[in-house]
C-alpha cells in the first residue's frame, strides 16, 4: 500500500479483540480465523493493539506477532492501524518504528496518562511531534478519555494538525461537540475518527468519515451499513440501524466493558476467547444479559 | 392556549436571561424590551426561570413577576416553559401551582440535587410522581448535571414518561448516546428537548424536536434557521449555521457561564444588564474575548 | 453571650438534625426535646439549619421558627450557630440579619454553588466580604465540597480570614492536609472547625479544637469524650474511642446519609423523626445493617 | 536480610527519583551518588521504582538495573522495596521474580488500572492473591489513586490482608480516614504505610508507623524527625516540623509534581537531573516559586 494519507481513512474498522485461551495464552489461531471472517464483511481495515485488545497485557513480542499477523492475513486493500502509544517519548519512538516494519500503514498513538495532571498542551505537543518526526508511517493521535484521564485540548490538536506526518486522530468521548471542534480546529488534511458506536449516527452527520468501534468486532456489517445508508441520502434507516444496535454497544462498552466484548463477539459467531488476567470472564448473570440483549436486538 | 401537550413542544425557546441594575436590582423594563424582541424573532416560545435565568438568585417574588410579565407580553400563541423546581417536594408542588396560575403551560421542573448521591430512582421517581400528581399544568423533567450533579437514569425516565401529566423533558449533557437513550426509553408520547446549542445539529438528526437553548438569547433566528433548513432536507446548509455558531455558544456557556451570556446579548442587541451577585460582571480581558469570537463568527 | 469569637469555638457542636412527621410537617416538639437531650450531654453549642438539619428542604418560616426555638430552649452559655447561606450575596446578607435577631451568636454561611465552576476566588472573596460587612454577628465560612462540588482555595481562606467579622469556618472535606493549610494560612485569629467525625481524632492532633460533627446528633458524650481524652494527653484512649465510632459515622455520613442519620438517633434514644421528600426514610435492609453497626461497636 | 516482616516496616523510605541527563538517558552514576547521600541520612530503606522514579517511563533492563545499584549501594540492613506492578497478573508476577533475584527485599505491587471502572474487589483480590502465591518476596499493595484512578476497597483489602505472603499496602490518598479503616480491616499482621508528607504527622498519630515520601528524597533527616519526635513524646515539636514542610511537599507534589520534585532535589544537594520526556522540566517562573517556598521554609 502506498502511504496512507488523511483523505483514505474513511469507514469502519474494528479496534480488534485478542483472543486469549483459558490459561491466558494469546490464542493466534483464533485471532486469524477472527480476521478472516472480518476479512468477509463490509470494513475499510483495521486496528491492532487498541483498547479492546487488551493491549495493556500484551508483551512487546505478542504485540509484534499480531502485528505481522494482521498484515499477513488482511485483505488486500484493506488499511492497518496499529496501537503504538507507551508513556515515554523515546518508547513509543522505537515501538512504532517495529510495528511499522511489521507492516502498520499508519500508527495509532495514545495520549501519556501516568501523570495525568501534568499532560498539560506543551507536553503532548512535544511527545507527538517527537514521535511523528521520527516515525515512517503517519500518526493519529490517540484521545480516549475514560481510560486515560487525559482530554487533549483542541488548541493541540489545532496546532499538532500542521504537522505533516499527523493525518488525524481518534476520538474515543462520544462527545459530538468536541468531535465537531476537533474537526474544525484542525482543517481538511487531518482525519477526525469517531472512537464510539455511541455517536456514530450523529458523527456522520457532522461530517465524520470513519469510525474504530469496538462493536464492529461484533456486528461489522451493520456499522458500515450505518454509515452506507447514511452516505446514500437514506437517512432514516440510517439512524434506525443505529438505534437498533445501541443497547449492545452499551452493554459492551459501558456495562461489561472487553469481557462484555468478547462474550458478544461468541456468540455472534467470532472468537471472542477468554480475557487475559487481571480480567476475569463474564459471570452467568451478566452472561444472559446479554443474550437477552443480542435477542432484543434482532441481531441473532 | 389549550393544555400543552408532548407534541406541540418543537422549535427553539430561548432560557430567558434576567437582567439586573447595577445595584443589582431585576430591571423588569429591559426584560419585557427583550420579550419584545424576541417576539419578532423566529422563536416557539419561551422558558422563564431556567438557569441561564439566574434562579437560584431570585425571590419567589421575583420569579412571580417574572412569570407574569412573560405571560402578559409574550407573542400570542407561543409556549410558556417556567422553572419551577425547588430542592423539596411540597415546595415544588407549591410554587408550580403559583406559576401555573401566572400563565404557565407547563412546568420545567429541575432535579433536586443538595444530596446528589441520594437521588436515585426511587427518590427520583417518587419526587416527579408526586408534583405531576399535584399539578395542574403538563411537567417536563429537568435533567442539568453540569449544575447539580445528579444525572437522571434511563430507567426512571422510562417509568416516569408513563405518567400522563409528565409530557418530557430537557437533557442539557450535551450526550447525544443519552439524548437517544432517554428518547428511546420514552416512547412517543414525551419529548425530548435538547438543552444546549453544542449538540443542535446533531440532535436534529437523531430526531429531537425542540431545543432549549442559552444561544437562542443572542441569535434566536440562526438557532431557529439551523433546524429550518435541517427540516427542509437542506442539511449541509443547517450544519454549517450550527457550526458557525459553536465559538460563540462555548464561550458563553463553557468558558464564561452566565456574565458571558450576558455580555454576548448586549453585543448584539439585547438588554443583557448586570449578573446578580455573587456573580461578577465579566472583566476586560473576557469582554475582548467575546467581542472577538462574534466578529470572527460573523454575527454582527 | 457577648460577641463570639475565635478562640471561644471549642468543642463539639451538633449540626441539629430536624425531625419531621410522617406526612412532612416539622415536628418542633421532637426538635425541642432532642435539644434538651442535648443539653444534658457534653456540649459546646448547637448549630440549627446545617446540612443535616435538611436545611435545604426548609421554608424561610420554618428555618426562623427553628432557630427561635434553638435560641429559647439552649442550655445557657452554649453557643448558637446559624446556618445562614443562599445562593444570592443580597438574600444572604437579609436572612443573616433575620437569624441573628432570633439569637444566633454567629453564622454559618455556605459557599454558593449552582454555578460551580464560576465559584472562583474573586466570587467567593467579594461574596463573603459583603456579607461579613453587612452583619452584625460574626461570619464562618462553611466548605462541604461533598454537596456543593465547590471547593474554597487556601489563598481565599487567607484573604477573607483579615476581615474582623469573618471569625472562622467549617471545613467537612475530612481532608486532614487541607485542615492544615487552612489553619496555617488563616493564622491565629481564626477558627478551623473539623466538619465530620471520620478525621475527627487526626483533626485534633493537628491542632483543631472545634467539631461539628453529624454523629455528635447521636452520640454526643462521645464525641466530646475524644476531645477530653485527647486534652488530658490520654492520646491512646481518645484513639480507641474515635476508631470505635468510624463504622456507625460512614453509615450516616457516606453510605446512608440524612436518612440513616435520623434512623441511628432514633435507635440511640433521640427523635429522628422522618426525612422529608424527596428523602425516603430508609428500607429494611439498611435499617438492619445501621441497627448491627451499632451493636457491633457496643454503643447499646 | 532475613525475610521481611510487616512489623519491620517502620520508619521513612524515599521512593527515589531517577535522574536522567539532558538527552534522556538513565543517570546511573547521579543515582548512585544520591544513594551514597540518603545512606548517610536517617532513612529505614528505599523504594526504587516507585511512582515518583518515573518507572512509567523506564524500560525492564533500567528498572533491574536499578535495582542491582540498589542492592549494591544501599546501606546494609536498610530494607529494599521495588516497585513491580505491571498491568497483567502474568507480567506481574513474571517481573517480580527478576526484582526479587536482584535483590529487593519485598515487592510494591500497583494495582492494575488501564479498565480502571473494572477493577472491583473480585479483579483486584484475585490479581494480588496470584501474585502473592507466586512471589518468593513478601507482596505490598500500592494504591495511588491520584494516578491510577482505582481506590481499592476497605473489604478487598481486609481478605488480602489475611494472605500470608500480603504483608501490607502503601496508600498515597492522603485521606486520614481511610488510612485508618485500612488499619482497622487489616489487623495486625499487616503494615499500613503513608504515601504522602501531606499526612506524616496526622497519619503517625493514628498509629501509623511507616511513611513512603517523596519529599523524603529532598530532606530525608526531617521526615525522619517528624516520627522520632512523635515517639519521644514531643508532639509539638513533631506537629511544627511536619508544618514547616508542607509548602514544599504541596509544590513537589500537587503543583509541579516529578520535575518539581526533582528540582528541588537539586536545590537542596542532591543530583536531580532532567525528567524524562514527555515530562519537560519546569520553566523558569515556576523554578523561581520553588526556590521561594525553599527559602520561606528555612529549608536552606
Same mark, same amino acid.
Not at 501523570?115 to 498542551?121: A, I, P, Q, R, V
Not at 499538532?160 to 481518534?170: C, D, F, R
Not at 445501541?246 to 454497544?249: F, I, K, S
Given at each position: 500500500m502506498s502511504r496512507l494519507t488523511h483523505d483514505t481513512i474513511s469507514g469502519v474498522f474494528p479496534p480488534m479483540l485478542t483472543p486469549f485461551t483459558e490459561s491466558g495464552e494469546v490464542d493466534y489461531d483464533s485471532f486469524v480465523t477472527n480476521l478472516h471472517f472480518w476479512n468477509d464483511a463490509e470494513l475499510s481495515g483495521y486496528l491492532v493493539l487498541g483498547s479492546n485488545s487488551e493491549t495493556a497485557y500484551l508483551t512487546e513480542e505478542e504485540k509484534l506477532q499480531l502485528t505481522a499477523l494482521t498484515k499477513e492475513h488482511a485483505k488486500k486493500g484493506r488499511i492497518i492501524l496499529a496501537g503504538t502509544g507507551l508513556e515515554s517519548t523515546r518508547d513509543t519512538v522505537r515501538f512504532t518504528r517495529l510495528a511499522a516494519m511489521k507492516g502498520a500503514d499508519a500508527a495509532l498513538v495514545l495520549t501519556p496518562f501516568y501523570? @495525568?495532571?501534568?499532560?498539560?498542551?506543551a507536553v503532548l505537543i512535544n511527545h507527538f511531534t517527537r514521535i511523528a518526526d521520527n516515525s515512517d508511517i503517519p500518526i493519529l493521535i490517540y484521545n480516549v478519555t475514560k481510560f486515560t484521564h487525559v482530554n487533549i485540548s483542541v488548541n493541540a490538536v489545532h496546532i499538532? @494538525?500542521?504537522?505533516?506526518?499527523? /493525518?488525524?486522530?481518534?476520538d474515543s468521548s462520544g462527545n459530538v461537540a468536541q468531535l465537531e471542534q476537533f474537526k474544525s480546529a484542525a482543517g481538511n488534511n487531518y482525519a477526525v475518527v469517531n472512537g464510539t458506536a455511541a455517536v456514530w449516527y450523529p458523527a456522520?452527520? /457532522?461530517?465524520?468519515? %470513519?469510525?474504530?468501534? %469496538?462493536?464492529?468486532?461484533?456486528?461489522p456489517n451493520e456499522c458500515s451499513l450505518i454509515q452506507k445508508y447514511y452516505c446514500d441520502g437514506e437517512l432514516e434507516k440510517s439512524r434506525a440501524l443505529y438505534e437498533q444496535l445501541?443497547?449492545?454497544?452499551k452493554a459492551i462498552t459501558f456495562q461489561f466493558g472487553v469481557p462484555g466484548l468478547k462474550y458478544a463477539a461468541t456468540l455472534l459467531g467470532y472468537k471472542g476467547g477468554y480475557p487475559r488476567s487481571p480480567l476475569l470472564p463474564l459471570g452467568e448473570a451478566d452472561r444472559k444479559m446479554i443474550n437477552s440483549i443480542i435477542s432484543s436486538a434482532g441481531l441473532r
Open positions: 501523570y @495525568s495532571e501534568l499532560m498539560n498542551d499538532l @494538525s500542521q504537522h505533516p506526518n499527523i /493525518i488525524g486522530m481518534k456522520l452527520t /457532522i461530517g465524520i468519515r %470513519a469510525g474504530i468501534l %469496538a462493536l464492529a468486532n461484533c456486528t445501541l443497547p449492545l454497544n
